[in-house]
């Protein structure tokens, strides 16, 4: 439940020794490298002068295309060798020493890339050539009946012409016309689809315009087969010949790329040293350099300091200081946290990392986020659908850390959903547990539920008040616990006896003691809270007005109570629906197979969307109640996240 101690590391070397160094850290992977600013710091700043700018822009372009081609490459070979690899496909470990071998396989490797990429790029003309051919046959099938050359124009007296009619067009009338107003012309249908009519037509060279001022009535197109001889049928033959003397060739290739199959994981190795490698130069521009030596600042987990110089002063001749960060000074911000609160850190990175400074609240979170989760979606049958989907899924796939934390979350919730369903009795709206909670039945006792919500939400948000102290605490601020937390509980706890009356299916036979000890607990509290709520302001009349202003926080300690009401509503809605769901499913009785199975389908069907909907919900208004009445009583947030220069691998796990 902290976040980690961070140090500065400053770190000097020679040049010569600056690749393996670098090497080194990423193999490490512990020490996030910052960028410098010459005038932050004054030693530095006054020799400037020697500093040189190292432009390392070409090389990462350049590995940035390698990494490009190897990752095409490897895409053009995920049909061999099992196919494609599973969702949840485990990582390949690796040691280092095999890792740093791929430079010397660097060129070999390079030129299968190289050569598959080629081989595809021939495949893609083969593809070409061969599309080309198979629209030149589709577009001469309709001629094939036809037994006179393409190119064949006509005789010295004659011209013909190959063309197209709608299909709409009566070709009778076009040969009747024909024959009534160019006697010395014929036409006949070649073939004809649903889309045209294909017409040869033959006529004397000189009743050229007679010929057009009838077909203009008929939208005939003609069609041109410019640079093609013989017939159509012997360029139909010539083509499908050239289709399959273009299969062969494809074939020939695709086997020549499937020869490659053996060295695809090597080449996802080599995937992730090129990564590796285009980081390594990335970091090289951030560092400064003059002619003989490099300078790396950074940060590297506090406890790992000591371990961290003695290897590097082991190996290189080099300065390393650590030093540990000023009190104003932000650090990166890494987490570390037990099993429950780390199953929620991705929940509270979407609302934003923790400020360096301050307590992490994951551990104290997730028990109020599973829980409310828990509470509002109630039905303790697909709590144990959860569960068992989590465990599966934990024992089946290798997942990385983050899809490990998310998979032990859906396993906490999915337990806290199975101790509500047990204190509800609600396990798939099944009216008979129903009938016998362990506590209560929500539907039934409603007031009840409501005024045990709001009493967790009075909770949530008196813990959250209290991380705000431990936040005064750490940072050295003892007497503002006392103004800041303890003087709102007196007023919050006040209100709270004041309005006890009201609160529903309260069983108190007399409030008035409790009424009255609010009253004097919310005048107390009132008062330091005018007089010290303003303390940061400057003068009298300012800080009693920023004072009298915080009292407004009262109304939305009331808003924020009673938006926990939605623990009752979304729990009622799951438990409602589920009911239904039964009802529907077996209103037309189960005295029969075929009905049985009817209301099986219905049940499954009705119970999974009742189930996805209102899980969704749970989500949503858990993660809502945890960002906007739990974190706005103490949360700073605005953390920027610890990037340690690493190797970050797709296809392998690095061992050291």
Same mark, same amino acid.
Request: aromatic share 12%; net charge negative; with cysteine.
């Given at each position: ?407 032990? +979350? ?44 709001? +009493? ?201």
């Amino acid at each position: 439940m902290a976040v980690v101690s961070m140090n500065k590391l400053m770190l000097v070397g020679l040049n010569a020794d600056k690749n393996q160094i670098l090497s080194e850290l990423m193999t490490l992977g512990v020490v996030e490298i910052t960028s410098h600013d010459l005038t932050s710091s004054e030693w530095i700043s006054q020799w400037s002068h020697l500093v040189t700018e190292e432009d390392r822009s070409d090389a990462i372009e350049a590995l940035n295309g390698q990494i490009e081609q190897t990752a095409a490459a490897l895409g053009r070979l995920a049909r061999y060798n099992g196919g494609k690899k599973p969702l949840f496909a485990a990582k390949r470990s690796v040691s280092v020493s095999e890792f740093a071998a791929v430079e010397t396989e660097h060129a070999r490797l390079q030129e299968i890339v190289t050569d598959i990429l080629r081989l595809g790029r021939e495949q893609q003309e083969l593809q070409n050539q061969r599309n080309k051919a198979e629209n030149l046959i589709a577009s001469l099938q309709p001629w094939q009946p036809l037994d006179i050359p393409l190119n064949f124009k006509g005789t010295e007296y004659t011209k013909v012409v190959l063309g197209v009619l709608p299909p709409s067009v009566d070709a009778e009338k076009v040969k009747s016309e024909l024959t009534s107003e160019v006697p010395a012309s014929y036409l006949e249908v070649v073939t004809h689809d649903k889309f045209q009519q294909y017409v040869f037509l033959i006529y004397h060279h000189q009743l050229q315009s007679a010929v057009d001022n009838v077909l203009k009535n008929f939208d005939f197109v003609p069609v041109s087969f410019s640079g093609m001889t013989g017939t159509a049928a012997e360029r139909i033959r010539e083509a499908e010949q050239e289709v399959k003397a273009l299969d062969r060739a494809y074939q020939e290739k695709e086997a020549a790329i499937a020869a490659y199959a053996v060295e695809k994981f090597n080449l996802e190795l080599y995937y992730d040293y090129l990564t590796g490698q285009r980081d390594k130069e990335t970091a090289l521009e951030t560092l400064t350099n003059t002619e003989s030596v490099f300078l790396i600042e950074g940060w590297l987990p506090a406890e790992l300091s000591d371990e961290i110089k003695r290897r590097l002063n082991e190996q290189w001749t080099c300065v390393v200081e650590i030093s540990e960060p000023a009190e104003d000074e932000e650090f990166p911000v890494l987490l570390e946290n037990s099993s429950l609160g780390a199953s929620v850190e991705g929940i509270t990175a979407m609302y934003g990392l923790p400020n360096c400074r301050e307590l992490d609240p994951n551990t104290i979170m997730a028990p109020f986020f599973i829980g409310f989760f828990g509470l509002m979606l109630g039905d303790g049958g697909y709590g144990v659908v959860m569960t068992l989907a989590a465990l599966f899924a934990l024992w089946k796939f290798d997942f990385d850390a983050n899809m490990k934390k998310y998979a032990k +979350l859906v396993l906490y919730c999915g337990i806290a959903t199975m101790f509500w369903g047990l204190m509800f009795g609600s396990w798939f709206g099944i009216e008979y547990f129903g009938e016998r909670p362990l506590w209560l039945n929500p539907t039934k006792e409603p007031e009840e539920m409501l005024k045990w919500s709001l +009493l967790f939400g009075v909770l949530h948000i008196y813990v959250g008040i209290a991380v705000r102290g431990v936040n005064h605490i750490r940072n050295g601020k003892y007497i503002d616990v006392l103004w800041d937390v303890v003087a709102w509980y007196v007023l919050f706890t006040g209100f709270v006896f004041v309005v006890l009356p009201f609160v529903p299916a309260m069983t108190l036979e007399d409030t008035t003691f409790w009424v009255d000890l609010g009253k004097k607990m919310m005048a107390v509290g009132a008062v330091v809270l005018i007089l010290t709520q303003g303390r940061e302001n400057k003068g009298i009349i300012s800080k009693l007005v920023s004072g009298v202003g915080s009292l407004y926080d009262l109304v939305s300690f009331l808003s924020d109570v009673l938006s926990y009401s939605r623990l009752l509503a979304l729990g009622l809605a799951t438990s409602i629906i589920g009911t239904i769901v039964n009802q529907i499913a077996t209103m037309a009785g189960l005295n029969n197979i075929f009905k049985i199975l009817v209301a099986a389908v219905i049940a499954i069907i009705g119970h999974s969307l009742n189930f996805a909907i209102n899980a969704l919900g749970a989500y949503v208004h858990s993660s809502r109640l945890q960002y906007i009445e739990f974190f706005g009583k103490f949360y700073q947030s605005g953390g920027k996240p610890f990037k340690p220069l690493k190797y970050k691998t797709k296809y392998v796990n690095l061992k050291n």
